[in-house]
C-alpha cells in the first residue's frame, strides 16, 4: 500500500472528505469541516506544524490510485498522538492494519512511543490496536463516554 506525507492543499482537501466520513469516531473534534475551514486550517496551522514536526497526516492509496484513508501523528509530551481513518466502504480489508503498521513504522524510526485515544464503543478501532500490540494504560469519562488510552512502546524505550 502506497503513502504520502500530506505536503499539498489537494491532498489536504482529498483528507478532509475521508476525515468527514470518520467524524463521529473522532474523539478530539467530531464536527465535520468545511472546504474553507480545511483551506485556512492547511494554510494558517498545518503546514506551520508539518515543517515543526508537531502534526502530520498520511495519505494511503490502494494499487487503483483510489485513496482509501489517512493516518495522522501529533506529537504531544514526547510520545505521538495517533489516529487512522479508512474511508466506509473499504472498512475490514486490512487497510486500517496497514496503515497503523506504517505509522508504527515511523515511530519505531523515531524511537517514539504511541498513544491512542478510543472510544469504548469504537470496537474496530480497539481490535485494531490490540491486535498490533497496543495495551490499554487508563480509562476516563469525557461527555458521558468512556474513553481509553492505548500505548504502544517502540523497541527505543525497551532499550533504556
Ligand atoms: C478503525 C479502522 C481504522 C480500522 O480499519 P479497517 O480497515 O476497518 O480494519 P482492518 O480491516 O485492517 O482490521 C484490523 C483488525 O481489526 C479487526 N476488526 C476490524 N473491524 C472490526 C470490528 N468491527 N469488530 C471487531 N474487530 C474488527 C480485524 O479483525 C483486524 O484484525 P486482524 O488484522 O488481527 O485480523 C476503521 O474501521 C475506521 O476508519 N473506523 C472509523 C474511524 C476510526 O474509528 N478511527 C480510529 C479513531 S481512534
Known amino acids: 500500500m502506497k503513502y504520502r506525507l500530506v505536503t499539498s492543499l489537494p491532498d489536504a482537501l482529498i483528507v478532509r472528505k475521508l476525515r468527514n466520513g470518520c467524524a463521529k469516531f473522532m474523539t478530539n473534534y467530531s464536527a465535520q469541516i468545511g472546504v474553507w475551514q480545511q483551506i485556512r486550517?492547511?494554510?494558517k496551522k498545518y503546514r506551520r506544524e508539518q515543517r515543526a514536526g508537531i502534526f502530520r497526516v498520511y495519505l494511503f492509496w490502494d494499487e487503483k490510485q483510489n485513496p482509501v484513508g489517512y493516518g495522522?501523528?501529533?506529537?504531544?509530551d514526547d510520545q505521538l498522538l495517533v489516529t487512522e481513518c479508512?474511508?466506509?466502504?473499504w472498512r475490514g480489508r486490512g487497510y486500517g492494519r496497514a496503515i497503523l503498521?506504517?505509522?508504527?513504522q515511523i515511530a519505531q524510526v523515531e524511537r517514539r512511543t504511541l498513544a491512542a485515544d478510543i472510544f469504548a464503543t469504537n470496537q474496530a478501532s480497539i481490535a485494531l490496536h490490540e491486535h498490533l500490540g497496543f495495551q490499554m494504560v487508563s480509562t476516563r469519562v469525557e461527555n458521558n463516554r468512556e474513553l481509553r488510552t492505548y500505548i504502544l512502546a517502540t523497541n527505543a524505550d525497551r532499550d533504556t
Open 101 to 104: 503498521s506504517a505509522l508504527i
Open 72 to 76: 495522522a501523528l501529533q506529537l504531544h
Open 41 to 43: 486550517w492547511y494554510w
Open 86 to 89: 479508512v474511508k466506509g466502504i
